[in-house]
């Protein structure tokens, strides 16, 4: 399996950031599937099992925080690096830490850090 094959879990609640995030990580080869919430990233992690999770933190119902800790903590899934990116600047950042995610990033997309730091999750 190259680098490019691996399947990306994008978590992202609003169509229009979920589409362009989507998009771009198609345009560099990943696979990727998609959740508009946390229930739903929960399922298709154990299911598809990604090589890496990206997260938003505002999602509705079960948060980004409650879904990264069920994650983190289901012998499924729980070794899947999770890359939180949310607009949430830096306040959610401990909360995020604390619930286990691998790297947070903030909105808007810094697109070659955002890059970097998915191939350095996925290597």
Do not use: F, W
């Amino acid at each position: 399996m190259t680098m490019s094959a691996a399947t990306i879990l994008v978590v992202e609640d609003d169509p229009a950031n979920r589409e362009l995030m989507v998009g771009l990580l198609e345009s560099q080869g990943y696979q990727v599937c998609q959740a508009a919430d946390g229930y739903t990233a929960i399922a298709l992690a154990r299911a598809e099992r990604p090589r890496l999770i990206l997260m938003d933190l505002g999602l509705p119902g079960l948060d980004g925080v409650q879904t990264t800790q069920r994650l983190k903590a289901d012998p499924v899934a729980g070794s899947i690096p999770i890359v939180v990116v949310t607009a949430h600047a830096h306040a959610g950042e401990p909360l995020a830490r604390a619930a286990g995610c691998d790297a947070y990033l903030t909105k808007p997309i810094n697109i070659p850090i955002l890059l970097k730091t998915v191939a350095r999750l996925i290597a």
